[in-house]
């Protein structure tokens, strides 16, 4: 089966950065999009950024010129480095693999890790 194991979250003061990191593994094949979303207590789940298969990526306004997303493919890994935090990055950040099998495409999720930006 998939997992996805997370890592790199933690608290910093505003300003600071961190890297997230997201490791796939067990059956990994014909990856779609990877990619880190993001939910604040009492919010939606939002996206934050995605990479294609083809090294497309795409960005919440938010986060853009801030925020990288990047992958390894041998390790099917997705990282997510986060410059210039804020207070309002604070959420429970999961990574997410789109994956399409025989016809079908299937989402799958990580545990979630905490990003806490103080002021």
């Known amino acids: 089966q998939v997992q996805l194991v997370e890592s790199g979250g933690g608290l910093v003061q505003a300003g600071g950065s961190l890297r997230l990191s997201c490791a796939a593994s067990?059956?990994?094949?014909?990856?779609?999009?990877m990619g880190w979303y993001r939910q604040a207590p009492g919010k939606q789940r939002e996206l934050v950024a995605f990479i294609t298969s083809g090294g497309k990526t795409n960005y919440a306004d938010s986060v853009k010129g801030r925020f990288t997303i990047s992958r390894d493919n041998p390790k099917s890994t997705v990282y997510l480095q986060m410059n210039s935090l804020k207070p309002e990055d604070t959420a429970v950040y999961y990574c997410n693999i789109n994956m399409g099998r025989l016809g079908m495409n299937q989402n799958y999720w990580g545990q979630g890790t905490q990003v806490t930006v103080s002021s």
């Open positions: 067990g059956s990994i094949f014909g990856i779609n999009f």
